[in-house]
């Protein structure tokens, strides 16, 4: 089955150590997403690649970067993980911007 | 700026039908969307509405579009104790970019 993959499902990082969370496709969807989402917040786009364009969020922290090496997969860096950086983060696919977005089962971040 | 709304919880007996409502502020919305995401899970795409329907059937899920009044809603019929999750309202706005602004959420609980 088609299916967007997030791996590791669950990350325990330390304070200030870098962090890298991957996610990959099988759909071969043009763009790809990375959102975080807090407890009972609703997912906050961080950044997304229109193909291998890159496109940051006005908000989002120097602290988060993101790779994509090819279509299939794309990665969230964390350079310094902060207490406040402890949150689940999803990816998500689309064909086209503005689209229907189909979601990995995320990862959640645990900071100590 | 673009704003999507919706009540944070609503409580149904198993077999009611439910019904979720969002209200969203930019009337050049293209998709509206529903999401469905589970205790530690993804979001899942339930279904979507272009802007120039009024209604969409899928199986149990009705979703009705008041454009006019800027309102979406979501019926669940017969409701079941695995429907129980967080239903996301979400919007793209056209232009160049179409960026998916997601609703905080509504928590559905079923009561068996």
């Known amino acids: 089955d088609a299916m967007v993959i997030q791996n590791p499902r669950y990350q325990v990082t330390q304070f200030g150590k870098p962090v890298t969370l991957s996610c990959s496709q099988t759909l071969n969807h043009n763009v790809m997403y990375w959102y975080q989402q807090k407890s009972s917040q609703a997912p906050k786009l961080l950044f997304h690649?229109?193909?291998?364009?890159?496109?940051n969020e006005a908000d989002t922290p120097d602290n988060f970067q993101s790779r994509r090496p090819n279509t299939s997969f794309c990665f969230l860096d964390i350079r310094s993980p902060g207490l406040g950086d402890a949150a689940m983060y999803l990816c998500?696919?689309?064909?086209?911007?503005?689209?229907?977005?189909?979601f990995g089962p995320g990862t959640r971040l645990t900071v100590t | 700026g673009e704003d999507v709304e919706q009540s944070l919880f609503l409580s149904v007996r198993e077999g009611d039908s439910s019904v979720i409502n969002c209200t969203y502020t930019d009337s050049s919305s293209t998709y509206l969307y529903w999401y469905k995401q589970e205790p530690g899970a993804g979001l899942q795409l339930l279904t979507y509405?272009?802007?120039?329907?009024d209604m969409k059937q899928d199986q149990r899920l009705t979703v009705l579009l008041n454009k006019k009044d800027k309102h979406l809603s979501l019926r669940i019929a017969d409701t079941q104790t695995g429907d129980s999750a967080i239903y996301f309202c979400?919007?793209?706005?056209?232009?160049?970019?179409?960026?998916?602004?997601f609703g905080i959420g509504t928590k559905l609980q079923v009561i068996p």
């Open positions: 690649y229109y193909d291998k364009d890159f496109n």
């Open positions: 979400a919007e793209s706005i056209q232009g160049g970019y179409q960026k998916v602004t």
């Open positions: 509405i272009f802007s120039n329907m």
């Open positions: 998500a696919t689309s064909r086209g911007q503005g689209r229907e977005q189909y």
